[in-house]
């Protein structure tokens, strides 16, 4: 089992841009969907954004044009590029592969995330 570890948060003024990163433990090249989620205080764990291990990206539509997501399986990495950050994606950020494309159902598992918090 790929542990997965998140970083690259931190604060930032609106309309600023951050860039989240997802290290592995293993080897990423045989997950065949791995995505970002993220989660505030009292609400559900939401997605939003995934990436097929052919490059084929699909985005929440709170965040389409200003996210984007990609992987470097020869880093078995994964990022997220935020630009244009709004209020409201402040929010707890985590990884984790994809198990159903069509639904982006995760594991019930996840790691400490990382914490963006976008405010002036």
């Known amino acids: 089992q790929v542990q997965l570890v998140e970083s690259g948060g931190g604060l930032v003024q609106p309309g600023g841009s951050l860039r989240l990163s997802c290290a592995a433990s293993g080897s990423i090249s045989r997950i065949a969907a791995i995505g970002w989620y993220r989660q505030t205080p009292g609400k559900q764990r939401e997605f939003v954004a995934a990436?097929?291990?052919?490059?084929?990206?699909d985005y929440a539509s709170s965040v389409k044009g200003r996210f984007t997501i990609s992987r470097d399986n020869a880093k078995n990495t994964l990022f997220l590029q935020m630009n244009s950050l709004k209020p409201e994606d402040t929010a707890v950020y985590y990884c984790n592969v994809i198990l159903d494309w069509k639904s982006k159902a995760a594991p019930n598992y996840w790691g400490q995330g990382t914490q963006v918090t976008v405010s002036s």
């Open positions: 990436i097929a291990n052919i490059g084929v990206p």
